[in-house]
């Protein structure tokens, strides 16, 4: 089933009974099931996701790639045939005044050579025993393979990341949609006393549609909550790879953050461990060891070379015709020293040079990034953890103050103004609260993403 079928069933399903399903998830009396971790749902996501199965194949043929190198050291065996008309025979002119006196001295003579059919059966062997270029090729695919892994590493670290936002909003989530039903909770009160004083005839009726709004607002406020708490629980399964409806009403173990809440100064950036900076590091050596296996195409080889066979020559055609066919086979050292390539060695060495430096600087121009990134997400960290203590401290007192403003009210010893004012300003300050507490967490991921320390998330 894919997202789009979720999603609308998940839609159709709650919107019937949206409010019902949200209490559930406040009070937690849905389906007991065992909270799903972070490092779970991360795990999860690694093993079920097919474009990190997909990186995966990739490592797998960049061995196979590497492990058929080797073969090349192996015997190379050939099974050989070739049969052969000659139209035109081959002449040579042969000096007949050496072999016989009765010509001159320098006498010669124009005589054919050959048959007009040949052919020709055997076993080749080759066997290399000196050829740098098969072990320089051989550390050239290593390195591949190595590549492939950095760039494994570095698609499940964004899977990893992407998982644990969600994973964190979620979180956030269940604990605004409480915040929400008990905000719904308040402004039901407070209209309900708004509607007492007006039934005495004691308030105007636009007093009574400010707190009417009010309420509504915490409702829309509810609903959104719910909403996106949905939309959440979707992304998730979509992520981990579970797309099993039955398994929509998930519940993930909400003291995690609790335990990434660490402090930030004692965990020292590691750009090391980061896949991409790997990355860039072995595209850097790549660049060497391909000079050196360019370097190999010039250095001499040696390898041994036979041949087992025999050769038929007949004037007609006659493949099976006795007495034609002649024995053939020899076996020597082949020594091999190239004197001339037809290309230019020394600008292809110089293109890998400047391939290695090109890939050094950008993986020092990424680790620089990467580190204003981690310090500019802790500073960021460091200004909303203190904005959210003022936030936390000025939420109590705004209820604190609803609260006496309701008594106040409800005997007749406040204006219903100054209630519907507080209202209104306390689902401001939860707005922007919640959207802190928010930011403060993704603000973590930045860090631990920049300072090479996202796997703390799942390892």
């Known amino acids: 089933m894919n997202i789009e079928s979720i999603a609308k069933t998940f839609v159709e399903r709650y919107a019937r009974r949206c409010f019902s399903i949200a209490l559930l998830i406040v009070s937690g009396s849905a389906v007991a099931q065992k909270p799903l971790t972070l490092s779970q749902a991360i795990n999860s996501g690694l093993v079920n996701r097919k474009n990190i199965q997909a990186g995966k194949s990739d490592q797998l043929i960049r061995k196979l790639q590497t492990d058929a190198l080797y073969r090349k050291y192996w015997p190379q065996v050939s099974a050989e045939y070739t049969y052969l008309y000659n139209p035109i025979l081959q002449t040579s002119i042969l000096p007949i005044g050496v072999f016989n006196p009765a010509y001159p001295a320098d006498a010669t003579k124009s005589i054919q050579f050959g048959t007009k059919w040949s052919q020709t059966a055997g076993l080749a062997l080759n066997q290399p025993l000196l050829d740098v270029s098969i072990n320089r090729q051989i550390n050239e695919a290593k390195l591949q393979e190595r590549i492939a892994a950095a760039a494994q590493a570095q698609s499940e670290y964004e899977m990893a990341y992407t998982i644990a936002q969600v994973f964190i909003d979620i979180n956030l989530q269940e604990v605004r949609v409480k915040s929400a039903a008990a905000d719904t909770n308040r402004t039901w009160i407070s209209y309900q006393l708004l509607q007492n004083v007006f039934d005495q005839k004691r308030l105007l009726k636009s007093e009574l549609n400010k ?39 998930i519940t993930i173990d909400s003291g995690f953050l609790s335990t990434l809440n660490f402090t930030i100064t004692n965990t020292q950036p590691a750009s090391s461990n980061i896949p991409e900076l790997q990355q860039l590091q072995l595209k850097g050596e790549m660049a060497a060891v391909q000079t050196k296996v360019e370097k190999a195409k010039y250095l001499p080889s040696a390898s041994v070379k036979g041949y087992l066979g025999a050769n038929q020559y007949t004037n007609t055609f006659d493949p099976t015709a006795a007495n034609t066919w002649f024995g053939l086979s020899y076996i020597g050292l082949n020594l091999k020293y190239p004197l001339l390539f037809g290309e230019n060695k020394s600008k292809k060495i110089q293109q890998l040079q400047i391939q290695s430096n090109q890939y050094n600087q950008q993986k020092e121009d990424r680790a620089e990034q990467y580190h204003k990134d981690a310090l500019i997400a802790k500073i960021k960290m460091e200004q909303l953890l203190s904005d959210l203590k003022i936030q936390e401290e000025n939420r109590e007192l705004l209820k604190e103050s609803i609260g006496i403003f309701q008594a106040r009210v409800s005997e007749g010893q ?23 507490k928010q930011q403060y967490w993704l603000y973590f991921l930045d860090y631990l993403k920049a300072a090479g320390k996202l796997e703390l998330l799942w390892k």
Do not use: C, M, P, W
């Open 414 to 436: 406040e204006t219903v103004s100054s209630l519907n004012t507080e209202e209104n300003e306390l689902q401001k300050l939860e707005a922007g609260y919640q959207a802190n």
């Open 211 to 249: 707190g009417k709004i009010n309420h509504n607002n915490a409702i829309q406020d509810y609903r959104k909550a719910v909403s996106k708490l949905i939309e959440d629980k979707v992304y998730l399964l979509f992520l981990i790879g579970n797309n099993s409806i039955e398994q929509s009403d």
